[in-house]
């Protein structure tokens, strides 16, 4: 120990250095421990939110369904006693309901999106949950002194032992390495490494890294000849790869651009009739069963109307099928102009015609179809030799009742007031309600 104090200039340093590499691998290492233990937290906070998604949102979100306050009270008690869980908020349909403490910033913080998916696709709302950081820090400040001490002391008594060897049997030919790496330039690699230890001793370990440092001194000139030679053929390679990117990115890009204008022409082809351009038969079905769900909820009127061309065959049989395809596109238009933007035509197939009217009641629904059977009885369409020929239509209204009526009953006295309208002489407008 006294040899080692008197000599200050490597040793002292090295104690320096092991004091400070302790406490900075103390710092680091609870640092990096507290991270897993933290990462682990949040870890376990994820893994109950994963829960939450797959055992209380649905099971929520039935309950919204159902209107069962009890049930969903009971739910969001349940949800507030898992533990981490700070703050839980449930939004749906104008209603709010808070449980535990809002938190500013949260360890963990998400919302699940409520809906009912049995009969369509319906939105309930939102459910908040919220984990908090307080507990989480608290716990990571009890461990952080612990860890800190006992990383601390190990490391001091392991680096003070092997300070003492390194000094007796290390330090003084690792400081001749040292010398020469301080100093190498690439004129030096040519002058291998010597560290004088004299010839009357069996080789040891710094004999092998000597002679390991100087194949590697060998290899290193050779591969800096080789380097030299590669550096310029990458550089040529890298050119050429940037081209071929450059060009192949903007295929891609122009390809990418093609696809999605495809994927949106096959939608509007899907959802459109091909002739008239109003909503085809099954996508019109889909929003009427969507509009009745919407209605029910929001406790509003809806109305559905069928439409049919009056003697259309006698239009096929006498101008041709091209002039009736004609003919229905003008009827088609027409309904797009009267009605209002919310409503939505469709066509069911071949002269006849379906419409939606969302918070109309029948009434509502027979001002606007009396207006729209009389722009359809004053259009007309003009053929290539001058002639004019138009059309008259018949509707047929249907109003939703209640809680049991769907989609096929709502049509279906739509069309039994359509064909009273077509017994009763057509070219006028029936109601399901004052037929």
Not at 224 to 247: G, N, P, Q
Not at 398 to 415: F, K, N, Q, T, W
Request: glycine letters at 6%; hydrophobic letters at 40%.
């Amino acid at each position: 120990m006294t040899r080692f104090l008197r000599q200050p200039s490597i040793s002292m340093r090295l104690a320096a250095a092991t004091l400070a590499f302790s406490l900075l691998v103390t710092v680091l290492g609870t640092a990096l421990m507290l991270a897993v233990r933290y990462r682990d937290d949040v870890a376990d906070a994820n893994r109950r939110l994963q829960e939450i998604g797959r055992s209380f949102v649905p099971s929520l979100s039935t309950s919204l369904w159902l209107v069962d306050k009890d049930r969903v009270d009971l739910q969001i008690d349940e949800l507030i006693q898992i533990p981490g869980v700070a703050h839980v908020r449930l939004k749906s349909e104008g209603t709010e309901i808070d449980r535990g403490h809002p938190v500013a910033d949260p360890l963990l913080r998400h919302t699940f999106p409520l809906s009912y998916d049995e009969a369509g696709h319906f939105d309930l709302g939102t459910l908040q949950v919220d984990f908090g950081r307080a507990p989480v820090i608290a716990k990571l400040e009890d461990r952080s002194v612990g860890i800190a001490l006992t990383t601390l002391v190990t490391l001091l008594a392991t680096s003070l032992s092997l300070l003492l060897l390194v000094r007796l049997w290390v330090t003084q030919h690792l400081e001749a390495l040292a010398r020469y790496a301080r100093h190498v330039t690439v004129e030096q690699l040519h002058s291998p490494l010597d560290l004088h230890r004299g010839r009357r001793r069996s080789s040891d370990e710094f004999d092998e890294v000597v002679a390991s440092f100087n194949r590697m001194r060998e290899r290193v000139l050779e591969e800096l000849a080789v380097r030299a030679r590669y550096e310029t053929e990458l550089e040529e390679h890298r050119d050429r790869l940037e081209s071929l990117v450059s060009a192949r990115t903007a295929t891609l890009e122009m390809q990418a651009l093609q696809l999605e204008q495809q994927k949106l022409e096959l939608q509007r082809l899907a959802n459109t009739d091909s002739l008239t351009g109003v909503l085809s038969r099954r996508h019109f079905l889909e929003l009427v069963s969507m509009e009745i769900q919407r209605s029910r909820r929001q406790r509003q009127p809806l109305s559905v109307l069928m439409l049919d061309v009056d003697h259309f065959k006698h239009i096929n049989d006498n101008y041709g099928h091209a002039t009736g395809d004609r003919m229905l596109t003008v009827v088609a238009d027409t309904c797009k102009g009267v009605l209002r933007d919310v409503d939505a035509t469709g066509r069911l197939g071949g002269e006849e015609f379906a419409l939606l009217l969302p918070q109309a009641d029948a009434m509502s629904a027979w001002l606007v179809v009396e207006r729209l059977r009389n722009a359809v009885e004053k259009t007309s369409i003009v053929l290539d030799g001058g002639e004019t020929v138009s059309c008259t239509v018949s509707i047929g209204i249907s109003e939703l009742r209640d809680s049991l009526d769907g989609p096929e009953a709502l049509l279906a006295r739509a069309d039994a007031a359509l064909y009273d309208a077509k017994r009763a002489g057509r070219n006028q407008v029936r109601s399901s309600r004052y037929a």
